[in-house]
């Protein structure tokens, strides 16, 4: 084989062909580490809010600007998910405009509400609620996770139900599928372009953009290569039984909590990152509504925001709607002091220790590994149409 | 991870389920309800846009004993052909 061959090998298994979810899973950790070196915790929903909330702005219904969205670490880490997301899906000839049936919209919509109000209630999707909460030591991660599991199964027995009282009609087109790779590689020198661009600017925060930006964009190319899903890794362990994505997911947060729990212990990183009041019934109603609905969206918060990167149209849908409900729910909270209400803030250290937290976080994620990984022969779990 | 398994030519299915549009989960589970229709060592054709079903396909079909045949691409969608166990 030559140099040549070779190089094209490497090409392919780098920029076309899938990850397994495992390699996903642990370059997820290690970027949601980097995230918390360079500031804060990745998250999801306060980005997509931020864009909410000046559609409302806009309209006159709130009276408060919100933060610029090119100056808001929200935003620039799910802008950035977006870019290396649709860079991965170009490069991979996998973007595509695809249009659902009916069905498929008012099921976004529907489920994007639901999501909206789950992830108020949680404090974050299953990212900022689970994912990264769990990384923090936040123990509203696992109550939120009890939610999730419940909720997801709840979602999977509505579609059950679905399949055998509805048709979805005709699909709508299918359309620019045919992007030439090349803009992949346009794109990647734009990014690291707006990157140096924020380093001259004088604007209070803008030299943190850059990282929120690229960090995020990394993020967004691992989920599209590895297609890592988190409703999948939920999901699946009742549907046909698959275990590899819940097996990634409980990977990752080992990885994380051990990583961010060591910049929080060494006192590089405030504790309070990411510990909310949530833990109680907040996560675990909020992660139970969220559950249900992420299964009828076919995403979760990071899972949407991917597809629609994709070009996938149902998932436009949700991540709107999502979107809007969101930043209602949020402000009709606060407008009535009830953030602080959905339950204490409890960093686990604080009652654990750092060494009893670490071993509650891989004791616990090993449970789940263990039981998703014997029902993947048993099927015990399964739930059959 | 996978390496795209090219359907061999000339295959000619005996149910054709039209997936196109949905996304995951429904595809899978689109297959899984159709694929109780047909008779041991019928093929099954499933039409799909989302690319996760090259993961879902064959990986259910791996776990559930049905045999995996490949795919085709056509005109802004793919053909899936699953060998009923």
Redesign the interface.
């Known amino acids: 084989m030559s140099i040549g061959e070779k190089f094209n090998e490497v090409y392919d298994s780098f920029f076309k062909?899938?990850?397994?979810p495992m390699?996903g899973g642990i370059l997820l950790a290690f970027l949601a580490i980097l995230m918390v070196e360079w500031k804060r915790p990745w998250g999801i929903v306060g980005g997509i809010r931020n864009w909410a909330d000046w559609f409302f702005y806009g309209i006159g219904f709130y009276t408060e600007m919100p933060d610029h969205p090119l100056y808001h670490s929200g935003s620039m880490m799910d802008m950035g998910l977006l870019a290396g997301a649709w860079i991965s899906a170009v490069l991979a000839r996998?973007f595509?405009f695809?249009?659902?049936?009916m069905l498929?919209i008012w099921k976004g919509l529907i489920a994007g509400i639901f999501m909206g109000l789950g992830a108020t209630l949680a404090f974050g999707c299953n990212v900022g609620g689970f994912y990264s909460a769990i990384q923090n030591l936040s123990a509203s991660g696992f109550t939120m996770m009890i939610g999730l599991i419940a909720g997801v199964v709840v979602g999977l027995k509505y579609?059950?139900w679905e399949?055998e009282h509805f048709t979805?009609g005709?699909?709508?087109?299918?359309?620019l599928?045919n992007l030439p790779p090349f803009l992949g590689w346009v794109a990647i020198i734009g990014l690291i372009a707006a990157g140096y661009a924020y380093t001259s600017s004088e604007v209070e925060g803008a030299k943190l953009m850059p990282g929120y930006l690229l960090i995020g964009a990394g993020i967004g190319f691992v989920f599209h290569r590895s297609?890592l899903?988190m409703?999948?890794g939920f999901?699946e362990p009742f549907?046909?039984?698959?275990a590899?994505m819940g097996k990634a997911v409980a990977v990752s947060i080992i990885l994380g909590a051990l990583g961010i729990g060591l910049l929080k212990f060494t006192g590089l990183r405030g504790t309070d990152l990411y510990v909310e009041t949530a833990f109680g019934w907040g996560s675990l109603v909020g992660g139970f509504i969220f559950g249900a609905a992420m299964?009828v969206a076919?995403?979760c918060g990071s899972g949407s925001l991917w597809?629609v990167a994709?070009g996938?149209i149902?998932?436009w849908v949700v991540i709107i709607s999502f979107a809007l409900s969101n930043s209602l729910f949020r402000h009709w909270f606060e407008a009535n002091e009830w953030m602080g209400k959905l339950g204490s803030a409890v960093f686990l250290p604080d009652i654990l220790g750092y060494g009893g937290t670490f071993m509650l976080v891989i004791a616990a994620m090993f449970i789940w590994y263990l039981v998703i990984d014997w029902n993947?022969d048993s099927n015990a779990l399964v739930i059959e149409? | 991870m996978s390496d795209i398994k090219k359907a061999p030519d000339g295959i000619t299915a005996n149910h054709t389920l039209d997936a196109k549009g949905l996304s995951c989960p429904m595809p899978l589970l689109r297959t899984k309800k159709e694929i109780e229709k047909l008779k041991s060592g019928e093929i099954l054709e499933v039409l799909g846009t989302d690319p996760g079903s090259r993961n879902d396909i064959p990986g259910w079909c791996s776990r559930s004993g049905h045999e995996y045949l490949g795919e085709k691409e056509d005109a802004g969608f793919i053909r899936f052909y699953v060998k009923k166990k």
């Open positions: 062909k899938t990850w397994s390699t996998e595509a695809r249009v659902p049936p498929e579609i059950y399949m979805p005709p699909a709508g087109p299918t359309f599928g297609r899903c409703v999948n999901r549907m046909t039984g698959e590899a299964v076919g995403g597809r994709e996938q149902k998932l993947e149409m």
